[in-house]
């Protein structure tokens, strides 16, 4: 019997993970598995299955999605693999958040004949952020647009290495690349750039550009391809997207 392949490549899952911040008391990663309407024109954006996870378990958890092949559906229509994606949350969600939220969500639902409180339930968890871990910009290429930032067929991320001079400042990159199937997820740990920029540059303009002002750099740099930018869902390193295997460029 031929099962639903999520896990595509465990040790880029681990590493993935491993590269996660650590939770603390009353914290949880969200995760989710959809389809989408633009991997597949005959199917519209269905959310599957929503979750939590940790660390130690998010391996286990992603394993319980490989049903039998058919299992999916979507109005009795069984889905292929190139159908789902995985999607997680890199930013922990806090518990005790969703737990206030919800609770006071409660007393506008106790007079409503119709709800799912599990949906509820799990729609205030993916809303309630504990801290910003990273900054996601989500690059989008579409096929035939011209990009400044493409040369010879690939994406220049050299202007990263010249904001963030990890080599000679001694710091931890601040970033890192995620190839998807349509783009790339760039995130950006806003704590340790900062930190970074500050101890390298202090206040000075480099060329052009004030580094402390990195958000608006990238949005510039990588425009009109950044699609969004903040907390929201991105492909799973070494899980499945449309029959695509995303995972971590060495930038």
């Not at 506008?108 to 504990?130: G, P, R, T």
């Not at 904001?163 to 601040?174: E, L, Q, T």
Request: charged content about 25%; overall charge positive; proline content about 5%.
């Amino acid at each position: 019997m031929s099962y639903y392949k999520i896990i595509n490549n465990e040790s880029v899952l681990e590493n993935f993970i491993d590269w996660l911040p650590d939770l603390e008391d009353n914290q949880v990663f969200f995760l989710a598995l959809q389809t989408r309407h633009k991997y597949n024109p005959d199917i519209r954006d269905t959310m599957l299955r929503r979750f939590t996870a940790t660390k130690n378990n998010m391996v286990a958890k992603i394993k319980e999605l490989e049903l039998r092949l058919g299992a999916w559906s979507v109005k009795g229509v069984p889905l292929s693999l190139d159908d789902l994606v995985l999607y997680i949350n890199p930013n922990p969600r806090c518990m005790l958040k969703a737990n206030v939220g919800m609770g006071q969500h409660c007393w506008k639902l106790k007079d409503s004949s119709k709800f799912n409180l599990e949906s509820e339930a799990l729609s205030f968890i993916q809303k309630s952020k504990a801290y910003t871990f990273v900054v996601d910009f989500d690059i989008d290429i579409k096929e035939g647009e011209t990009y400044t930032f493409i040369k010879e067929g690939e994406v220049d991320f050299s202007f990263l290495k010249k904001m963030f001079p990890v080599a000679r400042s001694g710091f931890d990159s601040p970033y890192r690349v995620l190839k998807t199937r349509g783009g790339y997820h760039l995130l950006v740990n806003p704590r340790v750039a900062d930190l970074q920029i500050k101890s390298f540059y202090g206040d000075r303009v480099i060329k052009g550009f004030a580094p402390l002002q990195w958000h608006k750099a990238i949005r510039d740099m990588f425009s009109p391809a950044v699609d969004a930018v903040g907390d929201h869902f991105m492909p799973v390193p070494g899980g499945t997207q449309g029959g695509f295997i995303p995972y971590f460029l060495k930038v």
